[in-house]
């Protein structure tokens, strides 16, 4: 590539970046500002009564309690329920497993609406209400997809040779999933808990015709921006942004520790060119949508 | 401890494709017993039934007498080797070793002295506490069977287990693995498409085709007395000429080809009917300025020579334009003819085989 | 199934196939064929249902194409809308705006996205990637509902953006940036804009630069490269994100809500109305119906489009 079309493309990135982070900054920054309506411009002097005021707002606390429980219980439904299904899925083949492939997939592509909709309709059937509960059905409903497409990803560097090498060493069928199969597959069933977390946390569409008279943060956030806003919804904002980036930065410092571990360790080539894959793989972890 | 393992008209199908047909094999207890055939020739297909990961789709498996049908492979009293070994990664060595204890229940401190004791016996000292990433090939090749012996089997199956390992490593641990069987008595049931493995190691082999098994007997037989013109072909090398026979006295026979008649060794199932081929080995095959008297003679002319150290092999081609190979062992005082120049192929009736071409997928090799 | 019953026995397997099935029919298919079901049914008082009323019906669907009204058409960017010279039904006005600005928003996070992921898998110094994207993926972490509300923030009348431009002196008086659908596509794009380029970038960071270096060798220019070889690579990786972002956005009830302006409705806010406001849950799902069949088409377009599989779009 020329130079100067190298140049270009490289503030273009830079005009990206900041356009992904100064939307987080001038709201982060609101949080701060002495000013009735969250803004940072003009900046009217530092305060942290916005703060005070969050802390002091039993409603927010309410609706973080209920999201973590919320989140809790779709990591306990979801996670299960992904890894058997991919389980599953990885032992059948032909037309079978396309047909259940695209069940299993298609709440990914429902619209949380509909999700959030359908659930509701469904248990109110049979007497159960609107409520936390329906919230966490709901979301598991599709969050348990996101994990079985991690569990199923994990099985493909699966060797079937090791599960048969354990049952003809004698192990029982038990015995061959505790010590050998599910020891494989920790690292997804720990990412697709996180992510079955995260995601629950984040979740509005669903939760929102399912949770009855109950407040997630999320939800809490949009009716409170919707009755006259106050600085505290930035307040808030600007503490899940510090707390993601110190979790972010400490990943990737961790990460980097471990490299430079690997590149000590190698006394060969191939070993260097391993860490360097190891690096260079590390941002690929796919951040799956909200519905 | 060690088991006979009988297979009574033993047939596999996938689908429509008949992996294995009607195998009749009877191993006898602390025998080392090799399949050997081609890829997608059954062996392993055999070796999956005897395990208990494929049912047969008939006949019966027995071992130790025992009728195996519908007991699952945990339950049987097999230790199976696999191709790629299938150690546990996420498991340190002990570990791995003392699997088959430690579902069986034992406590800690027996699995930790079972599996130094079988380290000792397949020379892996100090290597307890290593993972399995850190050993050589060779290393994890004993580890593997250090574990299959930890859980006392009366059958050992060994799915090729030395093929992905380097020439001479692989060399080192066929008489080590032939030492452990002769240590241990445990039958060893050995599966390779390797022709020097299954020779250099086995009592006696299988050799199969198609599904088929076509021959078994010990490794001398099946090299100096092929039954078809499949174990001869596969089994080491030949110079082959296809023909008719003509006539039959008593084991022998007179079989007439493009480049003349020859007197050869009968194989079984040939009669003037078939379609036959007469198989020399390159090393009973000699090369002479003047045709033999008493044995069979072709006119060739010299192509090629090959020094190979120990052997020389000598290329000619006949006047059909037939490749043909003679091997003669240096001992120092070899004359070779000139390239190019007449010579005449002897070979005695004694050492040749006329045979049939069956168990051949191609029969159209090397005419 | 006799595979898995070999693999772990009847106990694993059948609770395999009971946590699997389980997920598929009490949390995937009987909902939604309920709902498919409550949508051709009446919304009717307690006493009738069961009676002569209560009977199979399309009059929830009717009801979309029900109150036709002068057809006030926005176009992209637009700060006027265009009167067309029919009359169209309110509801159908706006899932005919929801379609063209989701696929609006498609386009841009597309044409955004594209390069970023090409310049992060393929130029960018791989020692340099994983903390650019630290700073990509921030936003993605803080979630959906604060990213829209900070273009609420920047976008306001009285906003930031306003301000600085005004002050910068760039113009003279505010702008109403709120006007039409410009808000709302501004707040789809920031909000939805990582789901494009994840997929692109996995897609593009998966082809042996090789190829490229090859491409180039033989003398292709370099947008010559991009469309013969680098594009069809990554075609499973567009065709991921395109139909995530359009479902996303179609589907989205945060960002129309924060970010509207008077004139812009959304899809999504027809079916929040009949499910809070009128409590009238079979119109509801009637709508809901028809947005779940609305992104079914999108999905299959765009497997037809990209020629690829489920399995490449659903990762």
Redesign the interface.
């Known amino acids: 590539m020329r130079s100067r079309s190298n140049w270009l493309f490289h503030l273009y990135i830079f005009i990206f970046l900041l356009y992904m982070l100064l939307p987080l900054v001038v709201m982060g920054g609101a949080a701060l500002n002495d000013s009735r309506f969250p803004s940072v411009y003009p900046w009217v002097g530092f305060t942290s009564q916005w703060f005070v005021e969050l802390f002091q707002d039993a409603r927010m606390w309410q609706a973080f309690v209920n999201t973590i429980l919320v989140a809790i219980a779709v990591v306990i439904i979801s996670v299960p329920i992904g890894a058997a299904a991919a389980i599953l899925i990885n032992s059948i083949a032909g037309t079978t497993r396309t047909v259940l492939y695209g069940l299993m997939v298609a709440p990914i592509l429902t619209p949380g609406a509909v999700i959030g909709i359908s659930t509701l309709l469904f248990w109110n059937e049979f007497g159960v209400p609107a409520g936390l509960h329906l919230s966490a059905l709901g979301q598991a409903s599709y969050i348990s997809a996101f994990v079985m497409l991690l569990v199923l990803a994990r099985l493909q560097s699966f060797d079937r040779g090791l599960e048969e090498a354990a049952l003809d060493l004698g192990a029982n069928y038990n015995q061959v999933v505790r010590r050998i199969l599910l020891p494989h597959l920790y690292p997804a069933l720990g990412a697709g808990a996180a992510i079955a977390f995260f995601q629950s946390i984040e979740n509005f569409n669903t939760t929102l015709f399912t949770r009855g008279t109950y407040d997630t943060l999320t939800v809490y956030v949009f009716s409170k921006v919707r009755s006259g806003i106050t600085p505290t919804i930035n307040a808030l904002a600007l503490i899940l942004i510090v707390v993601t980036l110190v979790i972010m930065l400490y990943f990737e410092w961790a990460r980097r520790r471990k490299e430079k571990a690997l590149v000590a360790r190698a006394d060969t080539k191939e070993q260097i060119t391993k860490a360097e894959a190891i690096g260079r793989n590390q941002p690929q972890v796919t951040f799956p949508p909200t519905q | 401890m060690s088991a006979g393992v009988d297979l009574q008209n033993v047939s596999c199908d996938f689908g429509k494709f008949r992996a294995v047909d009607k195998a009749n094999v009877s191993i006898k207890p602390g025998e080392f017993f090799s399949f050997l055939g081609p890829s997608g020739c059954g062996k392993t297909t055999i070796l999956r039934m005897v395990s208990g990961f494929i049912d047969p789709s008939e006949g019966q498996i027995r071992i130790g007498g025992q009728d195996m049908n519908g007991i699952r492979p945990n339950k049987r009293p097999t230790a199976l080797i696999f191709q790629n070994l299938a150690l546990f990664p996420l498991m340190p060595v002990w570990e791995n070793i003392s699997f088959g204890l430690e579902v069986r229940g034992a406590s800690k401190d027996v699995r930790r002295a079972k599996a130094e004791e079988l380290l000792k016996l397949v020379d892996l000292h100090d290597s307890a506490d290593k993972a399995i990433s850190q050993l050589s090939g060779g290393q994890k090749q004993r580890v593997a069977i250090a574990r299959a012996l930890a859980v006392e089997p009366s059958v050992m199956l060994l799915d090729e287990p030395l093929s992905a390992l380097d020439l001479k490593l692989r060399q080192h641990m066929r008489a080590e693995l032939r030492a452990i069987q002769k240590r241990t008595k445990v039958t060893f049931i050995y599966i390779t498409h390797d022709q020097g493995e299954a020779l250099a190691m086995s009592d006696r082999v299988a050799v199969m085709s198609q599904g088929k098994i076509q021959q078994i007997s010990t490794p001398q037989e099946i090299y100096n007395a092929p039954v078809n013109g499949f174990v001869a072909s596969f089994v080491g090398e030949n110079n082959i000429f296809k023909g008719k026979v003509t006539s039959i006295d008593s084991g022998r026979c007179s079989f007439e080809t493009d480049v003349g008649a020859f007197t050869a060794a009968l194989g079984p199932a040939v009669d003037a009917s078939t379609i036959a081929r007469l198989y020399v080995r390159p090393e009973y095959s000699r090369l002479q300025a003047a045709p033999a008297g008493g044995a069979n003679s072709i006119p060739v002319t010299v192509t090629d020579i090959s020094f190979e150290g120990n052997f020389i092999h000598v290329h000619a081609a006949d006047r059909t334009g037939r490749h043909l190979t003679v091997e003669t062992r240096n001992d120092g005082s070899v004359t070779l003819p000139a390239i190019g120049s007449a010579q005449y192929l002897c070979f005695d009736a004694a050492t040749a085989r006329v045979l049939a071409d069956q168990g051949m997928k191609d029969p159209g090799i090397d005419e | 199934?006799s595979?898995?019953l070999?693999?772990?026995?009847h106990?694993?397997t059948w609770?395999?196939?009971a946590?699997?099935a389980?997920?598929?029919l009490v949390?995937?298919?009987?909902?939604?064929l309920?709902?498919l079901e409550?949508s051709f049914r009446l919304y009717l008082p307690l006493a009738d249902i069961g009676g002569p009323r209560d009977v199979y019906t399309l009059a929830n669907y009717r009801s979309a194409f029900e109150q036709p009204m002068e057809w006030k058409f926005w176009l992209p960017f637009a700060s006027k809308p265009v009167i067309l010279p029919i009359e169209a039904p309110i509801r159908v006005q706006v899932f005919v705006h929801t379609l063209l600005y989701s696929t609006v928003t498609t386009v841009i996070t597309l044409v955004?996205c594209y390069?970023?992921a090409y310049?992060?898998a393929k130029?960018?110094n791989?020692?340099n990637?994983?903390?650019?994207?630290?700073?990509?993926?921030?936003?993605?972490?803080?979630?959906?509902?604060?990213?829209a509300?900070?273009?609420?923030?920047?976008l306001?009348f009285?906003?930031?953006l306003n301000?600085?431009l005004v002050?910068i002196g760039v113009i003279d008086s505010p702008i109403r940036w709120m006007t039409g659908f410009n808000s709302v596509t501004f707040g789809l794009v920031?909000v939805?804009?990582?789901?494009m380029l994840?997929?692109i970038?996995?897609a593009i960071?998966s082809l042996d630069t090789n190829q490229i270096e090859a491409a180039k060798d033989l003398g292709a220019p370099?947008w010559r490269t991009h469309w013969r070889v680098i594009i069809p690579h990554s075609k499973p990786g567009i065709a991921s994100g395109c139909?995530?972002v359009f479902?996303?956005a179609?589907?989205?009830?945060?960002v129309p809500?924060?970010l509207a302006s008077t004139q812009s409705r959304w899809f999504?806010e027809i079916?929040?109305q009949a499910?809070f406001e009128s409590q009238d849950?079979n119109t509801?799902?009637a709508y809901?119906?028809m947005?779940?069949v609305t992104?079914?088409v999108f999905?299959i377009l765009a497997m037809r489009v990209f020629r690829v599989k489920?399995?490449d779009?659903?990762?």
């Open positions: 199934m595979e898995l070999r693999r772990y026995g106990t694993l609770t395999f196939v946590l699997t389980f997920w598929l949390l995937v298919i009987l909902p939604q309920y709902l409550e955004l390069p970023v310049y992060l130029v960018a791989p020692k990637v994983p903390l650019l994207f630290v700073g990509l993926l921030v936003p993605m972490w803080v979630s959906e509902i604060l990213r509300f900070a273009w609420f923030i920047i306001a009285k906003g930031p301000m600085a002050n920031y939805y804009l990582l789901f994840l997929p970038y996995s960071q370099g139909v995530m479902m996303l179609a589907g989205s009830i945060l809500t924060l999504t079916i929040q499910m849950w509801g799902s809901a119906f947005l779940l992104c079914t999905v489920l399995s779009i659903a990762r």
